[in-house]
């Protein structure tokens, strides 16, 4: 069985990309909101929803939807 090795070697020019056809890099985007800034979405954990029981009806812009728990242990939400 023959070993292969993978060498990259930076004196031999890549010929078919040469470094000319490379896009040119966009600079560094202006500072704007970051991480800090956006606290994202709220948590909710879902016993405080359900509370033991194994199903809620939340009502949202006049419909019903129903969130189950589920004997393996997973959130089902339907409308």
Avoid: C, Q
């Amino acid at each position: 069985m023959r070993k292969i090795r993978n060498r990259i070697t930076s004196s031999y020019p890549n010929k078919a990309f040469p470094m000319s056809s490379l896009p040119p890099t966009s600079p560094t985007p202006a500072a704007g909101p970051g991480p800090m800034d956006d606290p994202g979405p709220p948590v909710v954990e879902s016993t405080s929803l359900l509370k033991g029981r194994p199903e809620v009806v939340i009502l949202h812009n006049g419909r019903e939807y129903r969130l189950r728990h589920t004997r393996l242990g997973k959130l089902i939400l339907t409308a």
